[in-house]
């Protein structure tokens, strides 16, 4: 909890202004218990009979106790609107306080998330950092609100209790404050059963979370395959196992509250009987009895509510481990004082070797090779031969296990990876739309990017289809994914994306893998052109060889390894794998 503590001293002005105005509505409020004592002290004594007239006191008349009577109503409503307004300006700074706390622990979350190194992203998923972040912000929304409107003004009211029976009897206070451990021994001993069950249903949620965004994100497949019962049924058994686990924590907070009831039924009923004493014995008013009697409601009313907040506060403590655990997470590494980058005009891999395990072997090993400004390459070989590791490494989504990669002679653990990227045009196999229209999914990579710019980019990517089709020009909906769109229009979007930055580094990632003969030739086209302006550095990685015959260089990769490597027609001569691949493709067209 240490770390929710750190957000809420960012706002610690606006927290004493709650705390304060909490204090003043709870004394305000214990004030008019205060004043109906008075009132019953003063007039209690026995009346005077005086023929047909009761009088309270042999020398009062009635107008002097009407006088008196108004003025203890008065303070009673002075004292009452004062307690409501107090308590009107506190919830909206303690509200405050919990959406600016909220919002900032969401906000760092997702920014802590998004910095985390990619390889973190491959083993989760990514509706359950999301549902880590709503949990911890809706917990601590919770919490904050009821520590100040019911455990901190409980503690206001028992000093204030405390201060005032002293005042009456020396031995009041200490009866009164007795009552609080015994109370609160009860509710802990229950309480910490409800922690283990709340952090099993935060596992189970999350997981349930992830689960849901990954069926909605591939509602096409689930639905094209008739699979809809069967996910039902699968998310349906994750709710039913929370469900249960929400009951089991239900089970201990019922018996947490009966306990818990029943202790401060007795302890109040002994409380009292004590007070009945104290009258009996001339120790105390019957106008101090009732004040203390309904100090017992503002106190002992409360602590029924305990066994509540310890569920609250053991939720909230799970969700604060996870998003501490979440916002500690080592960050993707950047140089205290990175190198200027510049232009990217020469790009070098030095003995570069990778692997996830390297007890397992290398995804790559050894690879040395330089791209220099304006040439285009091509990355080839069998499934998993290495050429997409390759990839990662270039654009610093890995770091290499030994070797190096250099851009203008510098090591990529040298400079701003940001830098680095800003100048880089990728397009991959899955084309990574995102709902919203043309122009929106553009200027994702460049938010000023006005609409000639744009209307340009799609021009060079041959989307002149894809436009004429489009109602709204630019501002067509292209749905979640491109989801409206075909697989061609699909990749030429993408390539128009990846253009409007003006990139120096462009990568064609298996971009033609997924389409059909005529659309891979239309799309490899697309990309001959731009490799031919020999502005940038090309880099192709494919499975069809007659998308990157126009490559200066080709590299072929077997088992992580360059084994090959040359022009095209070079590589046929070598009749190696590259000419054992080209025979096969070949031979499946003439098929």
């Known amino acids: 909890m240490k770390i929710l503590l750190s957000y809420l001293k960012q706002h610690k002005k606006l927290l004493i202004i709650a705390l304060i105005l909490a204090t003043i509505n709870q004394c305000f409020s214990l004030c008019d218990s205060i004043i109906t004592g008075k009132l019953i002290n003063k007039f209690s004594t026995p009346h005077v009979e005086d023929g047909a007239n009761y009088y309270w006191h042999a020398n009062d008349s009635l107008s002097d106790f009407m006088k008196n009577l108004a003025f203890f109503m008065g303070l009673s409503i002075g004292a009452a609107m004062m307690s409501r307004i107090a308590k009107n300006f506190q919830d909206y700074f303690t509200n405050i306080v919990i959406q600016r706390t909220g919002a900032q622990m969401y906000t760092d979350g997702i920014k802590k998330a998004l910095s985390l190194p990619y390889k973190d992203f491959e083993d989760q998923r990514s509706g359950e950092t999301l549902g880590k972040l709503q949990k911890v912000k ?45 109370i609160a021994s009860v509710s802990s001993f229950l309480g910490k059963k409800i922690k283990i069950i709340s952090k099993q249903i935060l596992g189970e949620t999350t997981a349930l979370a992830g689960a849901t965004t990954e069926s909605l994100r591939n509602i096409e497949l689930v639905k094209s395959l008739g699979l809809i019962e069967q996910e039902e049924k699968r998310l349906n058994e994750t709710t039913l196992k929370i469900l249960g686990l929400e009951l089991k924590k239900v089970r201990f907070i019922r018996s947490l509250s009966f306990i818990q009831g029943t202790t401060v039924h007795l302890v109040r009923t002994a409380l009292v009987f004590s007070l009945y004493c104290f009258v009996f014995n001339g120790v105390i008013k019957v106008g ?11 106190i002992f009313n409360p602590l029924q ?7 609250v506060y053991n939720e909230t403590k799970v969700s604060m481990d996870n998003f501490a655990k979440l916002v500690t997470s080592a960050s993707e590494e950047v140089p205290v004082s990175p190198s200027v980058l510049g232009e990217i005009k020469e790009v070098d891999f030095k003995n570069l070797s990778f692997g996830h395990n390297i007890e397992n072997g290398y995804a790559v090993k050894d690879i040395n090779l330089r791209i220099k400004q304006g040439e285009t390459i091509a990355f080839v070989g069998p499934s998993g031969s290495g050429k997409t590791t390759l990839v990662k490494l270039l654009l610093g989504l890995y770091r290499p ?19 680095l990227r800003m100048q880089l045009g990728l397009v991959s ?27 340009q980019v799609l021009s060079k990517a041959a989307c002149h289809n894809l436009l004429k089709r489009a109602a709204n020009g630019i501002y067509t909906t292209i749905g979640e994914g491109g989801i409206k769109l075909s697989g061609g229009e699909k990749q030429r979007l993408s390539i128009a994306r990846a253009l409007l930055r003006n990139p120096k580094l462009l990568i064609f990632d298996e971009a033609t893998s997924a389409l059909d003969s005529i659309t891979e ?35 072929v990769l077997e088992q992580g390894e360059i084994i090959e490597q040359g022009k095209h027609d070079d590589l046929l001569a070598l009749k190696g794998l590259y000419y054992a691949m080209w025979r096969q493709q070949i031979g499946e067209r003439k098929k």
């Open 401 to 419: 296990n030994t070797g190096q990669v250099l851009y203008n002679n510098i090591e990529s653990t040298k400079i701003n990876l940001t830098e």
């Open 288 to 298: 101090d009895l009732i004040t203390l009697m309904f100090f017992s409601f503002f």
């Open 305 to 311: 509510e305990l066994g509540n907040v310890i569920a």
């Open 138 to 182: 809706s917990d601590t929304e919770r919490f904050v609100n009821l520590f100040i409107s019911l455990i901190f003004q409980s503690l206001i009211g028992i000093v204030f209790v405390f201060v005032y029976a002293m005042n009456i009897h020396p031995l009041l206070g200490p009866l009164y404050l007795a009552t609080v451990p015994i």
């Open 429 to 455: 196999q899955d084309s990574q739309l995102f709902s919203g229209t043309i122009k929106d999914n553009l200027l994702f990579v460049k938010p000023n990017a006005t609409d000639d710019e744009i209307l």
């Open 521 to 555: 030739e239309e799309i490899s086209e697309t990309m001959r052109d731009l490799s031919a302006t020999k502005q940038q550095i090309t880099i192709l990685i494919a499975h069809r060889l007659s998308t990157i015959m126009h490559a200066d260089t080709i590299y």
